[in-house]
């Protein structure tokens, strides 16, 4: 299944390889605290934190944590 993401509003956008992924905003001092993120079989996912976009890349396995 091909999944396409909505046009990107969102400062950075990160290609998976999993559909749960962790982010933490780039770590140091602009960084958050470590978040697991699941697309749920969306294909993406944004960080609540920093807004950071995940997308899965297409063929890429849907296992995960």
Do not use: I
Request: charged share 20%.
């Amino acid at each position: 299944m091909a999944v396409t993401a909505p046009p990107s509003d969102a400062p950075e956008t990160v290609t998976a390889e999993e559909e749960v992924v962790a982010c933490d905003g780039g770590g140091g001092a602009l960084g958050h605290p470590k978040v697991w993120l699941n697309m749920q079989g969306r294909g993406t996912v944004d960080c609540p934190y920093c807004d950071k976009r995940f997308v899965l890349r297409e063929g890429a396995g849907g296992g995960g944590h």
